[in-house]
């Protein structure tokens, strides 16, 4: 079974995680900054950030990348599930389900009652796997992006 474990600051495994991120950004077909820019940012992760890595001989074959949320369902915390990758030619292995194993029993331990995510909606294999898991698909929720020009447009 390939050692999954949570990320810590200035950890070692930053640059496989920044290569494989890398990786990510390549299968979803978009922009990627240079690797130094991503490790700085691995360093300057926010409070509540959190990444599980699944490691196996100095390489990140998968992560999931997630923070807590506050409030969910009966005023109780929960986590938000940003980023579940695993490395393409490890795909197959069960690493996606290990990740969110992982990251269910961490969300026990820490007494939360639920773990949110999207996924795009064309993607059938991913919704299937994600059904598989037991995640319940909401279709009375949309999700919403504040970004680039509009951010700055409502920041001023």
Partial sequence: MTPIRLLQPNDAAFPALAALMEEM???????CPPRAE???????MPPGAEIL?????????????FSAIYPGPGLKPGIFLKEL?????QRG???G??????LASLAKKRGLTR????????????????EEL???????????RLDGEALARLSD
Avoid at 85 to 89: D, K, R
Avoid at 97 to 102: E, G, S
Avoid at 115 to 130: C, G, K, M, Q
């Fill in 25 to 31: 950004q390549a299968h979803y077909r978009v922009a």
């Fill in 38 to 44: 991503i490790i700085a940012g691995l360093e300057a």
């Fill in 53 to 65: 890595v699944a490691e196996e001989h100095g390489s990140v074959l998968g992560f999931a990348a």
């Fill in 85 to 89: 990758y695993v490395s393409g030619l």
């Fill in 93 to 95: 292995r069960g690493l």
């Fill in 97 to 102: 389900r290990a990740l969110m194993q992982k």
């Fill in 115 to 130: 773990i949110d995510w999207t996924a795009e909606a064309e993607n059938t294999r991913l919704l299937s796997f994600y």
């Fill in 134 to 144: 037991g995640g319940a698909r909401k279709p009375d929720k949309i999700f919403f």
